[in-house]
């Protein structure tokens, strides 16, 4: 049997129908609300000398809503205020404003029976140096009635190499999967992640990955904060860009790569064949095709299906043998950098940028 | 294996008493699998008790050398674990955001800090049978009205150091707090009034050290483990100290 049945125990949703992990005990019957909510979120710190005393305001809008069976990720830089709002949203720091519920409790006056319900795992580990993994989650599962294995977790993630190590000796990625395996123990319904790649090599990272998809598909809402493109693009069904303590985009990692025409005009395909080919062919009004450097060639402009296959049908005809062919459009960096950077136009995109690109040869 | 958390639940918290208790026991094993806070809670003690008796320091006060001595140590042994090494653990547990973490836990802030009573109060316990067995072989015979007397107070003494550590390990960085609570142990213990009388020493430093923490519950364990007397004064000055600096540490408590 695969590991994965570790956390599933989601039957396959038919239409109409609560899936049988929604009303599970009876006690997750309120389940098709949101997991979290967040509306018009408010964090002062202070007094702080450097303002002379004054407070400092490093949330003053953010809205979010987090939903069971999806990946919420907070993409912004470091400094946006994503750690603050997700440490409100955690009961671990007083809000100053606005209304915050968590399976529609207030998380300022959790009790335990609503930490049980949500796994935490913070930027910085919040684990004890001197502690060795294994008896740090022995521990922590002891705080549960009935938690999942230690020993089923400690496999699945990996920690049995290094589980009697003193977690001061540990790397940064395992420490992050010794700090995720304690977040998990009580198999949380609601599962928050500060940064949860920081650190980790890239073997830890599928890994992690891996196992965030499948708590995912397990049915849990899992709320990420990241200031990492890529791991947003990768991971998240739905992303909420934050910026200067404002949430300033939200939506699917597809709308928001949609949310500029610009981006669809600018569509950009680089192929690599022998240098000095006859490409007019391939041009129609509003694509534009030069070759940057001998066998190297650039298609720019709104590209659409038609134009690979006409494409395809050049190189039939042509006799070229292309040795490299890429699709690339706009990147969640390019969406990411016009919004934070207030401009009201997505910058062109590159044709060499690698992120988000379609390799087809 | 997996068959066995195929549908499993979401887990409930495990009870208040068991969490508290299970907490305790993970801290105190903490404590006494850490090398330095065994020289400080075990070595310097016995070396303390061992240096008072072999030399002639507490002659001409009326009583044995181990009779004055004893009660002293055991004093001396709630600061070294309740403000001494419970106020570095928790400043570097703030450091790390192991209280942040375990605080999102079903355990929470205050069975953390139920937690950590519970294993100082532990530790001391260790503390005490150890010490007394020393002692006893050294001729200590405390009166028994005495000794019922000593442990609520010796408690006592533990919480209010305990709350005094809290506080310190709650708002300086925790080098900080190394330095200060390091500190304080070295001054309570040779001039605060806890292992010796200040009287010792001069009158005029009594005068002042009554007034300390540290003075007063040497005062008190003194007055019950020697006399079998309740000094009332003394309780008041511990009791006080204890309520005062439990409030500032929640209001001032930083978890992060």
Known sequence: MSPRDLWHRRDVAEPGKIPKWLAYNGRVTKTLSPALEISGLIKDVGPLPALDGRMKRVVSNISLTAHFGQVTALLGANGAGKTTTIECAQGLQNRTGGSISLLGQDPEHADAALRSRVGVMLQDGGLPPAARPIALLRHVAGLYQNPLSVDALVERLGINEFSDTNIRRLSGGQKQRVALAASLLGNPEVLFLDEPSAGLDPQSRIMVFELIRELRDAGKAIILTTHLLDDAQRLADYVYIVDKGESVAAGTVQELLESSTAAMEQRAMTFEATPSLDVSALLRPGLECSETRPGSYVLTGPLEPADLARFGAWCERAHVMPTSVHLASKSLEDVFLAISDGAATVAPVSAHRNSHSTVIS | ?256
Not at chain 2, 66 to 71: G, H, Q, R, S, T
Not at chain 2, 101 to 118: D, E, H, N, Q, R
Not at chain 2, 176 to 195: C, K, M, P, Q, S
């Open chain 2, 1 to 256: 294996m997996s068959t066995l958390f195929h549908n499993a639940p979401p887990a409930h918290a495990a009870s208040l008493t068991r969490r508290i208790l299970n907490q305790g026991k993970y801290e105190a094993s903490t404590m006494l699998r850490n090398g330095e806070q065994l020289v400080l809670m075990v070595v310097m003690p016995l070396l303390g008790l061992i240096a008072l008796v072999a030399t002639p320091l507490l002659d001409d006060m009326g009583h044995s050398r181990v009779a004055i001595a004893a009660p002293g140590i055991l004093a001396l042994c709630a600061l070294s674990t309740a403000f001494t090494g419970q106020g570095i653990a928790t400043g570097f547990d703030r450091r790390y955001g192991v209280l942040r973490f375990m605080s999102t836990t079903p355990l929470g802030k205050g069975g953390l800090i139920a937690g950590k009573v519970i294993a100082v109060l532990a530790a001391l316990a260790l503390q005490v049978v150890l010490i007394s067995t020393v002692a006893a072989f050294m001729g200590w015979r405390p009166p028994l009205a005495g000794v019922l007397l000593g442990i609520p107070l010796l408690i006592l003494g533990a919480a209010a150091f305990t709350a005094i550590g809290l506080l310190i390990a709650g708002t300086v960085r925790p080098e900080a707090t190394l330095a200060i609570t390091n500190l304080g142990w070295i001054l309570f213990a040779a001039v605060g009034g806890i292992v010796l009388p200040a009287g010792k020493f001069s009158s005029a430093l009594e005068a002042y050290v009554q007034w300390l923490p540290s003075g007063a519950l040497g005062n008190l364990m003194r007055a019950a483990l020697i006399e079998s007397r309740l000094d009332v004064w003394g309780l008041i000055i511990l009791l006080a100290w204890g309520v005062a600096a439990a409030i500032a540490a929640v209001k001032w408590f930083k978890w992060n």
